[in-house]
């Protein structure tokens, strides 16, 4: 019954690699969001979308491709993997549309370690 | 633009010890703000919200007002426990399908 899905959890490749994470959400949700996580925690958005429209691209590299198929999933593709790429990568959803507000439901993350 | 200060961790404390974790936050606007908690090795978790100046959020014993006046969202706990030991973040939204997090707050309950 897991609400938001990522998967893999761990993902240890070496630089130059691409490499893909899948994430899922059962909530109905409108709205997608990738998040990274550094090794202090600290939580920054790279990409929203809604109804599998990009809303947010937040200066992410262009190595960094997002992909929405459907609602329901929100896919990240990562080419020519780099040392700096390593983090915790979280998949989130929302019941978001302008100025409700609402609170993020989060996956567990993705452990992507370069070497 | 918008931002959200935390204080800084580790936060020590013992069981049944009062908890507060100090926020502050930048909006041009009129933001919700939450707090979130991440266990090891999960996502984050929804702990409380609250939506206008004055509101209260409380959930599992936890508790924040929303103090437009001082920008503030501080979260209290009156008496931690062991299992309450993670991390937690403050965070806001202005709509615009965006949140924005503070740098998280470590907390370690002994028992």
């Known amino acids: 019954d897991t609400a938001v899905s990522q998967t893999p959890k761990y993902l240890v490749t070496q630089m130059g690699n691409d490499k893909s994470i899948k994430c899922e959400q059962n909530l109905g949700h409108d709205t997608m969001y990738w998040y990274k996580q550094d090794s202090k925690k600290f939580l920054k958005i790279m990409f929203s979308y809604n109804n599998k429209e990009l809303i947010i691209n937040e200066t992410v590299p262009n190595r960094f491709s997002p992909k929405s198929p459907d609602k329901a999933h929100l896919n990240l593709h990562i080419n020519s993997l780099e040392l700096g790429d390593s983090a915790v990568y979280f998949c989130?959803?929302?019941?978001?549309?302008?100025?409700?507000?609402?609170?993020?439901?989060f996956g567990n993350g993705t452990r992507l370690t370069v070497t | 633009g918008n931002s959200v200060t935390q204080m800084e961790g580790p936060v020590t404390l013992s069981e049944e010890a009062f908890l507060t974790i100090n926020c502050t936050y930048t909006?041009?606007?009129?933001?919700?703000l939450f707090w979130y908690v991440q266990y090891p090795g999960e996502g984050l978790q929804l702990l409380l919200k609250?939506?206008?100046?004055?509101d209260k959020g409380s959930n599992k014993g936890f508790e924040a007002t929303y103090r437009k006046e001082t920008t503030s969202f501080h979260l209290e706990k009156g008496s931690v426990q062991v299992s309450d030991s993670a991390v937690y973040f403050c965070?806001?939204?202005?709509?615009?399908?965006?949140?924005?997090f503070g740098a998280g707050t470590r907390l370690f309950v002994k028992a």
């Open positions: 965070a806001l939204s202005e709509g615009g399908f965006k949140t924005i």
């Open positions: 609250a939506t206008k100046a004055d």
């Open positions: 909006a041009t606007g009129y933001p919700s």
């Open positions: 989130a959803s929302s019941q978001e549309w302008t100025g409700n507000n609402s609170p993020l439901h």
